[in-house]
């Protein structure tokens, strides 16, 4: 991935090769997970944050919905200061 520049780009929040944002969480998760599968990647990503006590919690006061296709950007920002970035 590249680095997002330009219009709408918002100081701090671009990084070499990721970018803060909402995902769909097959996206998201196929960056986690790139050799696996749309189904695995889904799966292996939920794993992570079960396994991830404090994340889930904090993924909850947020007002995650699980059955939701897509990560806001809090969210993900959450995920990537428990998780590290994919």
Do not use: D, H
């Amino acid at each position: 991935m590249q680095l997002k520049t330009g219009p709408g780009a918002v100081a701090g929040e671009e990084r070499e090769g990721f970018c803060l944002k909402a995902y769909r969480k097959s996206e998201l998760a196929g960056l986690y997970f790139p050799q696996a599968g749309k189904k695995g990647a889904l799966q292996g990503l939920g794993r992570w944050i079960k396994q991830c006590a404090e994340l889930e919690r904090e993924l909850e006061r947020s007002g995650y919905q699980k059955n939701r296709k897509f990560f806001l950007k809090s969210e993900v920002e959450l995920i990537v200061r428990f998780l590290g970035e994919p």
